[in-house]
């Protein structure tokens, strides 16, 4: 699992299982989603930029992700919430495409 700050959320807490692991990483980065992703069969994408940043980074956020996974040969199952692109109507064929999953 990877997140901002490498420790278990609120919301996961110690529910873990023993093997996850969870590291600290920032997965704007094609380069080091690709690293981090290497031996994954699969990603579940669900990072997500502030509610109030999402029309200005989430389609970035989103295409770093699908490089990387698609880089490392890994595939991708988007968990991530569309609903801002919707509501403020700037869900555009880019946007839509970014936030697809990619099956390789």
Wanted: charged share 20%; hydrophobic share 40%; glycine share 4%.
């Amino acid at each position: 699992m990877v997140n901002r700050s490498g420790k278990p959320s609120q919301a996961t807490g110690k529910r873990l299982p023993a093997h996850i692991e969870i590291c600290a990483a920032l997965v704007a980065s094609s380069a080091q989603v690709r690293c981090l992703t290497e031996s994954a069969v699969v990603v579940y994408q669900a990072a997500q930029p502030e509610y109030h940043e999402w029309i200005e980074k989430f389609p970035p956020l989103q295409a770093a992700i699908i490089k990387g996974a698609t880089a490392s040969g890994a595939r991708r199952a988007d968990l991530a919430n569309r609903e801002k692109l919707k509501a403020q109507n700037q869900f555009t064929d880019v946007n839509r495409v970014l936030c697809q999953a990619v099956l390789p």
